[in-house]
């Protein structure tokens, strides 16, 4: 099974130094360590696999793989990619396929070419993560991991005798950060432009909010307290009550399950505006185009588009965290008139022919005793007070079919999408056009920073109801069963069972430990940072960055910036590299004796390779036929004597030593004669 070798890869210039291979396989671990949760499982043994081959290959008790087997390892990984279940053109797939030839080279790295390109290979790993997550955690490691295999590139250019990790280590540390002063001035200058390639989605989606709702999705939700965006505020935050943030509506029923309906043609921007916020949302990766925003939003930034249902989408879906302004209109009424759109009524009125009669025969009947449409979701409202409903996180399962029925009138225990689900299906049922409407409701502010911060456990689903002349209105059944709920968050409608099944640090966040609160918000405070100066650095941004500091932004002054910052950068390197050489400080009696080796070299008597002061010394004192030993007791006890004092008076006693050898030396026949 032995590899054959080229006729030019042989000798020790070729081969690959022992510990660089042990540093290059710890670097290859720990650029594959991130991308783990994004590959199957099977494809982490086959990494494993390849090590363990690599170092019964370094032992001698295994061979290189013949070309027939790498063949086959190969077809094996196409094949077990296509089976694993990812999408044909995805980013886990190509991932997948990255990370199987990085580790199946490593099973044939034999010589330094194949080391270099597995080198290269974990440099690309390294920028592949960041496809993934570009939070600040994953960006420190992967610094660390960029040393690594740096190190590993620097231990392959020493020699073999001299292959040391940490050394080696330390100095690709020191050429990434010579690397940062260049590095942050083209990523503050450099023209942000759209990339010259795409890349494709992640197949996998992330936590959040569906575009297909199930009662119990929303409740499923709350056990996580992963952030699902941050809002700053221009002004001072709105109270929790009002914080009703607007993602997906829900217009299509069918077994069991609202789903978002086609979109409908964009509205036009409302021209009244009564009582505006303006915010920044940092909306975290969805791989998704829906965006959230408090009603209404009647200005927003590039490339997004509000629909008639007033819900935001982006043109692209969200891979990043997504950065983008909004100005909302608190009092604006969406349709609000005597004549709702009639293709919208027929949407926001449809039911299934043949499900939750029950429900349907109540609706009717609520409607005609109500004697109008709000006095209807009034006594809804009502009905949700007076009996026995309960709100929890632990709703028993519903049916597919006659779902509505069985919570409504049998189990009666649910979460905010179960209640806000069946008074949309009962008002349909008595005609009033109603849909339900997914987003996030509340939000915590943040004691460092005053940023709000919306975490995945305050999801929310709650009604809006169209009433004549009236608009557009929301209805929130958790209100009823759960006042608490709104009014002073999550935290204060849950039970004691419910909370039992939280995690630890959602019950910290939404518990008064002050210690834990206090450490969590300043955690999230230096996250929120990095996401507004670093990932969320776009190109509307950069524009009022370079507006501060050019005034008027032009390429003449852009390409000048760049040169300016680029040349102050490279002078802080080039000044960093002199500093290191520069010359160390001597000792005041060592700087004699080099100055006295300089002059007796000028004579024709330097210093040999390997000899001693007190050895040199000697031989010139021979020369000049002087006693060599007081001059050598005099500079050693400056030299190596820790007590000893170097004055002026013993440095002009060293220094008429020196003085009198060289007197000697000239005068002296035989010296002159030598």
Known sequence: MALRKDKHDVGVAYQIPRNALVLLMIAQLGVIVPLITHISTWIVGVCIFCGYWRIQVYRGRWGYPASWVKVLLVLAAFIGIIFSGFATFSLEAATSLLVLAFALKLVEMNTRRDAYLVIYLSYFLVATAFLFDQSMALTGYEVLAAIVVTGAMVSMNQLQTRVRPLPAIRLAAGLILQALPLTLVLFLLFPRIAPLWSIPMPSAATTGISDHLKPGDVANLTRSDEIAFRVDFDGTVPAARDLYWRGLVYSHFEEGEWSVATPLATMPKPQSVTAALSYEVFLEPTQAEWLFALDTPIEVGARIRRLADYRLVAAEPVLSVKRYRVRSDTGYVMDQGPVLDAKLRERETALPADDNQRIRGYARKLRAEAGSDWAMIEAMQDHIREQDYVYTLQPPRLPSLNS??????????????????????????????????????????????????????????????????????????????????????????LSSADLDVLSFLTTARLGDTAFFSGALDWLDSVEHRWNLWVVGYDANTQSDVLKSLLGEVTPARVGLALFIGGGMSMALVTLSIFWRRRARQQHPAERRFYKFCSAMARQGLARMPGETPAAYITRISELAQLDPKPIIRRLQGHLYDPDATMDSQALRDLRQDFRKLRFKLAFNTTGNAS
Request: with cysteine.
């Open 404 to 493: 509505i029925d069985t919570f409504w009138f049998d189990t009666r225990r649910g979460f905010c999408s179960h209640y806000a689900g069946a008074m949309v299906f009962a008002l349909r049922a008595a005609g009033i056009p109603a849909r339900l409407v997914g987003g996030y409701q509340g939000g915590e502010v943040n004691s460092v920073t005053g940023h709000l911060e919306v975490r995945q456990y305050l999801a929310h689903a709650w009604v809006e109801a169209w009433i004549k002349d009236q608009g557009w209105r929301r209805v929130d059944p958790t209100a009823a069963v759960a006042p608490n709920r709104v009014e002073l968050g999550l935290n204060a409608a």
